[in-house]
């Protein structure tokens, strides 16, 4: 069973940058896409972006193109999001997601295409 820890989170004002760090053990994490996703307060989770199981796909949501990156280390097991030019509604958890399966060519948005979640990590911008 894989086990996803996320990290990386804090408080940086608008225009500022973050990087989350989403770090895997326990499952053959080279052969499964990945996922970043967020939810802010009262509203539901949703898709930032997506990363496939080489590297070699990435998708974004379109709030976030072009401010954001994803990529992934697969020596270290570890699964990264560059976030810069922050914005006030970037303000959110931020969760990282495992594909639940093996080496799909091209990795999901929807939520429930993901079988493990990490516990999550705050991110605020302030304005």
């Known amino acids: 069973q894989v086990r996803l820890v996320e990290s990386g989170g804090g408080l940086v004002q608008a225009g500022g940058s973050l990087r989350l760090s989403c770090a895997a053990s326990?499952?053959?994490?080279?052969?499964?896409?990945m996922g970043w996703f967020r939810q802010a307060p009262g509203k539901e989770r949703e898709f930032v972006a997506t990363i496939s199981w080489s590297g070699g796909r990435t998708y974004y949501a379109d709030s976030v193109k072009g401010r954001f990156t994803i990529s992934r280390d697969n020596v270290k097991n570890t699964v990264y999001l560059q976030m810069n030019s922050l914005k006030p509604e970037d303000t959110a958890v931020y969760y990282c997601?495992?594909?639940?399966?093996?080496?799909?060519?091209?990795?999901?948005?929807?939520?429930?295409?993901?079988?493990?979640w990490g516990q999550g990590t705050q991110v605020t911008v302030s304005s």
């Open positions: 997601a495992a594909d639940k399966v093996f080496r799909r060519v091209v990795v999901p948005t929807q939520p429930g295409e993901y079988d493990t």
């Open positions: 326990g499952r053959t994490f080279s052969s499964y896409g």
